[in-house]
């Protein structure tokens, strides 16, 4: 079983950055991929970004590219998603998930395991 947590969530006006952090603990993250996904109010989860179990491989919503940056440390059993030139539209909560589907995925269904969410508020 993994227990994710996620953290660095906040308040901050456009243009500024967060780094999100989301730590695991319970079972090595080596094997796993994760991903970042992020639920705005009244609206459905959306995927963000992800990265395969050895970060060869990652992948963003089309909304994040070139602003956000997935990575991981494993050696410390951690994901990172650093996120730049934010903007109001990026408030959301935000989740991070692992997935035993090793090369990454953009789909929810593909990941077992979720953390309970951080949030991030832009304001303009």
């Known amino acids: 079983q993994v227990q994710l947590v996620e953290s660095g969530g906040g308040l901050v006006q456009a243009g500024g950055s967060l780094r999100l952090s989301c730590a695991a603990s319970g079972h090595t993250l080596r094997t796993y991929a994760m991903g970042w996904f992020r639920q705005a109010p009244g609206k459905e989860r959306e995927f963000v970004a992800f990265i395969s179990w050895n970060g060869d491989n990652t992948d963003y919503a089309d909304s994040v590219k070139g602003r956000f940056t997935i990575s991981r440390d494993n050696a410390k059993n951690t994901v990172y998603l650093q996120m730049n030139s934010l903007k109001p539209e990026d408030t959301a909560e935000y989740y991070c998930?692992?997935?035993?589907?090793?090369?990454?995925?953009?789909?929810?269904?593909?990941?077992?395991?979720w953390g309970q969410g951080t949030q991030v508020t832009v304001s303009s």
């Open positions: 998930a692992a997935s035993t589907y090793s090369s990454g995925s953009i789909y929810s269904f593909s990941y077992a395991y």
